[in-house]
């Protein structure tokens, strides 16, 4: 595999190939974009092809203002990151190897965002969780890299699995998967018994996926991956799949008290620990990750709401921090490609020599720190307007918005701020230079559009803002205005506010860091108690292997047997009438003869310890049971078994003589508990078939085969003719698995002497 | 073994086991009988040779290695399936042809099914002589 | 006589599952060839049995004449006879390979696959 990769990086193909996925994602861009006429004027569009019809299971994509933003941040995001990546890992030996998983999950976050049926939503929801593993893994040569991983896949998967049982019980309420059939039902899940399950349910999946607190730690852990990948993760794809899917159940499950109050104190608590511990961090895309965590707590935090300016707050502030972060992160990358270092305390200055992404991180930044005339300053303007409109507790929706934003503020000035333009003594003189164009043109692009936003709010809000909020609250309620001077009210005050507290925070940054780091190491780590639950899990796999899995033959067959037992008497407890009664037939000589012979011989196998007499034994059974074969009617079946039986001796004379002794050592053992076992298994076979003859018999197929034997099938044995004429397929089987033992045992016998 | 009268009697034991085996297998169709009980008897047989002269000489006797006599049955056996192919019917329908029929009298009944019957044969008696003669030379 | 039957496979099914839980492989095998028979018997019996003539068709009639056995578990047994052999061979070759090369017939001392350290 990875020669193979190597080869193929060096080949002819390894440029237009690097070329490939950045011209595929923007084609896809293109093709959105050509709908956003459409889409703007409130219009939707719907392809289906059924899928499985039987289970009413179609692949269906529905294309309206939500699914329409998404899917232009994912394949817009994606083509500047994909070409960002094409010079980033250059010359990497796996370079096909990622830019295959990278498009893989492009594609699946795109089909999550547009399907329309639950189960095709589901599919994709999951591809984005396995693809996502394999990106975070990419660098699966370290510990570190395997274990975010794993860990990524594990609780995603898990929520993902939640989430499908909560799919299914929606599917049952509403008796459809098509997410717009749902839709136009009403409230019929909010009405039904099982909304709390569902509501459950659904959550556990979102908020795994989008690491709301208190399963958020695999999200900072998941920058063990290359950078383009966490760009593209943290910004436009799988941490906005949760929220994209709450909010395309926020017509369905949201408006209801538990909806608001989960989903505010979820968002709030989120936002409020990421940013402190963003500003904790000392590694710039560490720092990054938190508050890409803040602004998942900040979605959520709106998507409790159903008023029209909280649900503005979440549109804008999705392209807003998608445009900002993914710059963000792809400027990080940038100097560490380039210096070697992501450390806060050992940059600075590097303006002089990088001045493009000096400025292009400085334009996201003021961004992010909601400064005007920025498009961020207008998200920060409606998320407050969002925060005071909100139906639980303003004050507190407004104090979290507040404390985050600040906090938002500090760390921006941290990122790139100060690594850029804040001179310095350091302990290793850096060599940094300018990045190519591949890597520039992705941070300026970005940035410059959260510019044209800011000054030109109209374009957003126009083409997606609106739709987005029609599409989840529905076309009667009028989304609130973007505008950059909104005149001079409560949001404005609290913005001022914002700036002050965050220079504060931004100027007094050291000692909070140092004094975070204190606190921090006396309360307790949530990635630790993730490796406990592992630890405990892989224990108890030990020691439930340890309980049933000892490795005797022995025990395996009596958990066997014994689950045999318990099953077969079990049914016959539940489910069967009561017992026939017994009518001891009248027996003749022949048949005494019969018992005595197959009793006696199944005893003295029991029993001995000469193996001559064991075979003896087994020899006599065969002989009885032939003899029955033949008294009640069954020639054939006799003959064969008489032949079988003295095969069956002859090769165990043959191979058993030249084994040891049955009892070695010279004592028998006596087991009691396999005696009990052993007896409770006979009366029980001997119950049922009493029990199944008890009953009346189907005799179909014997009357067809009776009378069409000769005039048809020209054989006067029946029993030949069903062999090899009615059943021929069967028994071709059959002689085909005789011969197929044979030669597995000719080569066991046979392979040992090479 | 090396009884004298095991070693006399088994020829003319094993040459009356295989035409017994050989008419079991032919008047299968409409009497007790058929593939199956055929191929056992004719294994019989070459076991008892084996169990008195050897497996050496039971080999010779049978010429070709038992696991092929095993896999040509299952190809003979397979052939009488695709046979049915040829006629325009199903995998495994009956193909008869009757000779010299006349109104009354069927005549020599040939069918695709005498051959499936003839693979049987040969896969129950080449399989089980591989084990048995694998075996004896194995535990020698 | 269903009855008779059905008690009898109670019978050779107890035998069987005790020889089976016997740590000599040997004794395994016994049980595997009474285990076997007593399936064939419990597919023969389901099928319901007098002791009524072969189910073959007399010359000159186009169906069985009179009562006659039930054919379909006879097919079913017989070929099962035969597979049954197919496995006790298979079995025996194993048991007598895992002779050759472990130098023991106890199931408990046969830890190549699951040796004991690995459990603790």
């Known amino acids: 595999m990875a020669g193979h990769s190597e080869v193929a990086d060096k080949g002819p193909w390894a440029r237009p190939a690097g070329l490939l996925p950045p011209v595929l994602a923007a084609a896809l861009f293109v093709l959105f974009l050509g709908m956003v006429p459409e889409i703007a004027d409130e219009q939707v569009l719907r392809w289906a092809w059924d899928w499985v019809p039987s289970l009413g299971i179609a692949i269906t994509f529905l294309v309206d203002g939500l699914s329409l933003t998404f899917a232009l941040l994912i394949t817009g995001i994606g083509s500047l990151v994909f070409l960002y990546s094409s010079k980033y890992l250059q010359g990497h030996p796996h370079f096909a190897r990622f830019m295959l998983f990278i498009v893989m999950f492009m594609l699946s976050m795109l089909g999550l965002v547009l399907a329309d049926n639950l189960l095709t939503l589901f599919v994709f929801w999951e591809l984005t969780t396995i693809t996502s593993y394999l990106l975070i893994g990419f660098d699966h040569s370290t510990a570190k890299g395997r274990r975010s991983a794993l860990q990524a896949l594990l609780l995603t998967g898990t929520g993902g699995l939640a989430l499908l049982a909560g799919f299914i019980l929606i599917g049952n309420v509403a008796g459809t998967f098509e997410l717009s059939e749902i839709r136009a039902q009403g409230g019929v899940l909010i009405e039904s018994a099982l909304y709390l399950p569902i509501l459950i349910l659904v959550l556990a999946g979102t908020f795994t996926k989008s690491a709301q607190f208190p399963l958020h730690f695999w999200l900072p852990n998941a920058m063990a991956a290359p950078t383009p990948v966490s760009a593209y993760l943290h910004s436009a794809t799988m941490v906005k799949a949760g929220v994209y899917l709450m909010a395309r159940m926020h017509p369905n499950l949201g408006g209801t008290d538990v909806w608001l109050w989960v989903l505010t104190i979820a968002g709030a608590v989120t936002a409020v620990f990421a940013s402190i511990m963003a500003l904790k961090q000392t590694d710039l895309k560490q720092s990054l990750a ?358 069956v001796v002859v090769l165990f004379a043959v191979a058993a003589l030249k084994l040891p002794q049955l009892d070695p050592d010279g004592t028998k053992r006596h087991r009691p508990l396999d005696a009990a076992l052993a007896v409770s298994i006979g009366i029980g076979v001997t119950v049922v078939m009493l029990m199944v003859t008890d009953g009346p018999i189907d005799r179909r197929l014997t009357d067809y085969f009776e009378v069409t034997s000769w005039p048809e099938a020209f054989g006067r044995n029946i029993v030949n003719v069903i062999l090899v004429d009615f059943r021929a397929l069967d028994t071709f089987g059959e002689i085909a698995v005789v011969a197929i033992a044979a030669l597995s045992a000719f080569a066991l016998l046979k392979g040992r002497k090479a | 073994m090396n009884s004298i009268i095991l070693l006399a009697g088994t020829r003319l034991l094993v040459a009356l086991l295989l035409v017994f085996s050989v008419f079991m297998l032919l008047r299968g169709h409409n009497t007790p009988g058929g593939g199956f009980i055929g191929g056992l008897i004719g294994a019989t047989g070459f076991v008892v040779y084996a169990i008195a002269c050897g497996t050496e000489q039971a080999r010779q006797a049978l010429r070709v290695p038992p696991e092929n006599v095993a896999m040509v049955g299952l190809g003979i056996g397979l052939f009488a399936g695709v046979m049915a192919a040829f006629f325009g019917d199903a995998f495994f329908v009956g193909q008869w042809l009757f000779i010299g029929a006349t109104e009354t009298e069927k005549g020599l009944p040939l069918s695709s099914v005498l051959v499936f019957d003839i693979g049987v044969y040969l896969v129950v008696l080449g399989s089980i002589l591989t084990l048995t003669f694998a075996l004896e030379e194995g535990a020698d | 006589m269903e009855v008779m039957l059905s008690v009898l496979v109670g019978v050779l099914v107890a035998a069987a599952v005790y020889l089976m839980l016997a740590r000599n492989v040997l004794r395994f095998l016994f049980g595997l060839i009474l285990i076997s028979n007593a399936a064939n018997l419990t597919i023969f019996t389901s099928g319901r049995v007098t002791e009524a003539a072969p189910p073959l068709i007399p010359e000159g009639a186009e169906a069985p004449v009179g009562l006659v056995a039930n054919a379909l578990p006879q097919a079913l047994v017989l070929t099962a006879i035969v597979i049954g052999f197919g496995l006790f061979a298979f079995a025996l070759v194993l048991a007598f390979r895992a002779y050759d090369a472990l130098g023991t017939l106890d199931s408990d001392e046969m830890r190549v696959a699951e040796p004991v350290e690995d459990t603790k």
């Open chain 1, 290 to 647: 938190y508050t890409t965590l803040m602004a998942l707590g900040t979605l959520t935090l709106f998507l409790a709401a159903d008023v029209g300016y909280a649900i503005t707050a979440v549109m804008t502030f999705l392209v807003v921090h998608s445009l900002y972060k993914a710059a963000l992160f792809l400027v990080v990358g940038i100097i560490d490609h380039s210096t070697g270092t992501r450390h806060v305390n050992e940059l600075g200055g590097l303006a002089r020599a990088m001045p493009i992404t000096a400025v292009a991180a400085g334009v996201a930044a003021l961004s992010m720190a909601g400064l005007p005339p920025f498009i961020g300053f207008i998200g920060k303007e409606i998320k407050y307007a969002g925060a005071l409109a909100v139906g639980s507790e303003p004050a507190f929706v407004a104090a979290a918005v507040l404390v985050s934003n600040a906090l938002m503020l500090a760390v921006a000035g941290i990122v790139s701020f100060s690594p850029f333009w804040r001179r310095k003594h350091l302990a290793e003189p850096l060599n940094p230079h300018e990045a190519p164009w591949q890597m520039l043109a992705g941070p300026i692009i970005l940035a410059a559009l959260g510019a044209l936003f800011g000054i030109y709010p109209e374009l957003l809000a126009r083409s997606l803002v609106n739709p987005g909020v029609a599409a989840i609250l529905g076309p009667d309620v009028t989304p609130a205005a973007l505008k950059l001077w909104a005149g001079f009210n409560l949001p404005l005050v609290l913005s001022l506010v914002t700036f002050a507290l965050g220079w504060l925070f931004y100027y007094y940054r050291r000692g909070l860091r140092t004094w975070l780091i204190g606190l921090g190491e006396r309360l307790p780590v949530f990635d630790n108690g993730w490796d406990n639950v592992l630890d405990g899990l892989k224990a108890l796999a030990a020691w439930q292997t340890r309980l049933v899995q000892g490795g005797l033959l022995r025990r395996y067959l009596f958990i066997t047997f014994a689950t045999f037992l318990v099953a077969v008497a079990g049914t016959i407890w539940l489910k069967a009438g009561p017992m026939p009664a017994l009518e001891w037939p009248v027996l003749q000589v022949q048949h005494w003869v019969v018992i005595a012979i197959v009793v006696a011989g199944a005893l003295l196998t029991l029993t001995t310890s000469s193996r001559i007499a064991a075979i003896a034994g087994l020899g006599a059974v065969g002989i009885g049971v032939a003899l029955i074969f033949i008294i009640f009617g069954a020639p054939d079946v006799a003959i064969t078994q008489l032949l079988v039986e003295t095969l």
